[in-house]
């Protein structure tokens, strides 16, 4: 599966932003689809992942209430909706395909290039 993740840009504090993964190449319900991050000189870290099928989904606690994971099943796309975004949430965001539902990122075998957003104070 190629993963090509989209939406990324500059946006003011209290802003939002609807990140999007588009996927060619199967994805199975019993995949799982997850957004990380990296922000400049520090480690990647999961946001959020949703079972292909069931749509169930996990969020980090940093964006809990703020950030939700969502997918179209016939679009094969992700999407991250971004509400109240702070500073903090700088970074490089990443769409990645796992076999099962994982916040460690070496349960993702399959990685897109990732996107920049960037929150201004």
């Known amino acids: 599966v190629q993963l090509q993740a989209s939406g990324g840009g500059l946006v003011q504090a209290g802003g939002s932003l609807r990140l999007s993964c588009s996927a060619s190449g199967n994805i199975f319900s019993s995949h799982v689809m997850g957004w990380f991050r990296q922000a400049p000189g520090k480690e990647r870290e999961f946001v959020a992942a949703?079972?292909?099928?069931?749509?169930?989904?996990t969020v980090a606690e940093s964006v809990k209430g703020r950030f939700t994971v969502s997918r179209d099943r016939a679009e094969k796309t992700l999407y991250l909706q971004m509400n109240s975004l702070k500073p903090e949430d700088t970074a490089v965001y990443f769409c990645?395909?796992?076999?099962?539902?994982?916040?460690?990122?070496?349960?993702?075998?399959?990685w897109g290039q990732g996107t920049q957003v960037t929150v201004s104070s």
């Open positions: 990645a395909r796992a076999n099962g539902l994982s916040r460690r990122e070496y349960d993702y075998g399959h």
């Open positions: 949703i079972r292909w099928g069931t749509a169930s989904t």
